[in-house]
């Protein structure tokens, strides 16, 4: 039985936790945020705003207060495969207005998202509040959330987006399937000195890396076969330098302060879906319903197209005092086919470049075609723009403003 009583609780306030937040408070529906972290400024965790999101700020009428938060804006991607420069991607050829990836750090993203849910009556986050499970009423469906420090909150409705190793997706059984991935990756970041974003990727037989230019340090990642980790340690970490310098010489002059392994956080890359997105009282959004490969940075991006999709279906119905329950399918029948079509690129891209070139015999001796041709043909630069920075099944914002 569906029940009216209590907020919409949401679970994790990363991303998808907070826009679903603020967007259900902004319909005027009651919603609390639980967040187990005091504040956002955490290990890094991606800095790729893509157009897709910014141009849903601008449809809320809030891009300039975003875009007055630090960032850089990157208009080409490009990388370096087997010591050559190809310009892959052209955001300028985009058809909206956001014609560049929006470099900015994610706390700072969410802070901006948290600022301007604060405003709102209806919108209540709890920091320092860790979910432990949920509770069931007579009938099964869900109908709270029980917190860490005993605590039990009652909830109309529950939205999992506790990021990809849920505890509510666990606690609810909704079934998961993995995909697989064939690597890990090192985050580490090195100093550098201010200057033009140089953001890039190098691609050579068994090493890859991206760089992220982040104006006074670099962002690295550096890739190697899944489960290889303390192999890549036990070389040490005076041999992991000098493999960054030879790989991307603009690291060079800063990699020294890499000191202590320590500041080389492991990333344990998982492509997973959830096959139910939801049980009634409860569905999960963003990485607790599909864990992204880091291939391509979409993974806050289809977070947030899946909180828009989410008060987009349930928040009219929500704010009336309706039972969500049987419109929560449409949200998984929305969001699953951009979550299908990006991981199979993904997936594609693990078996047919990542994994074949990470594999002791890789041979690389000059770019793939595809890429001599993205590079020779500037117009075809639009096509990878086009999947990264807008993504599959855009969403628009539809859910209602209250006065
Ligand atoms: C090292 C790294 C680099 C990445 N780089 C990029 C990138 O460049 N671009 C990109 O788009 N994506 C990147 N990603 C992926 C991106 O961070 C995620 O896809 C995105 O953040 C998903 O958003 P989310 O809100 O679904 O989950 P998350 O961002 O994981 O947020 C979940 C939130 O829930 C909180 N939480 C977890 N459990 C509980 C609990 N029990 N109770 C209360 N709160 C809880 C967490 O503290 C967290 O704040 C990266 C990820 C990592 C780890």
Known sequence: MAQNAGKVVVVGGGPAGMMAGFLLARAGVETVVLEKHGDFLRDFRGDTVHPSTLELFRELGLIDGLLARPHDAVSTLSGRVAGKVVRIADFARLPVQSKFIALMPQW??????????????????????????????????????????????????????????????????????????????????????????????????????????????????????????????????????EEIARLAPELAPGIADVQDWD??????????????????????????AHAMSPIGGVGINLAVQDAVATANILAATLAAGGDPDPLLAQVQQRRMFPTRVIQRIQKMAHDNIIGALLRPEARLERPQLALRLLDRYPLLQGIPARVLGLGVRREHIRSPEVG
């Not at 993995?178 to 068994?206: C, Y």
């Not at 492991?266 to 009282?281: A, F, I, Y």
């Open 108 to 241: 700072d993203f969410l802070d901006f998202v948290a600022d301007e849910a604060r405003k709102l009556p209806a919108f209540f986050l709890r920091l320092g509040a860790e979910a432990r499970g949920v509770t069931f009423d007579p009938a099964g469906r869900v109908d709270g959330v029980t917190l860490a420090d005993g605590a039990h909150i009652p909830a109309r409705l529950v939205i999992a987006a506790d990021g990809r190793r849920s505890v509510m997706r666990g606690a609810a059984a909704l079934p998961l399937q993995d995909l697989g991935a064939p690597m890990d990756v090192f985050w580490f970041r090195v100093p550098k000195q201010p200057g033009d974003n140089r953001t890039t990727g190098v691609f050579e037989a068994g090493r890859i890396m991206a760089i992220i230019d982040r104006g006074d340090y670099w962002q690295a990642a550096y890739v190697f076969p899944k489960g290889e980790a303390e192999a890549v340690r036990r070389r040490g970490l005076p041999a992991f330098r």
């Open 263 to 288: 500041q080389v956080k492991l990333l344990t890359v998982s492509l997973d879906r959830l096959t139910r997105w939801h049980c009634p009282g409860m569905l999960a959004i963003g990485d607790a």
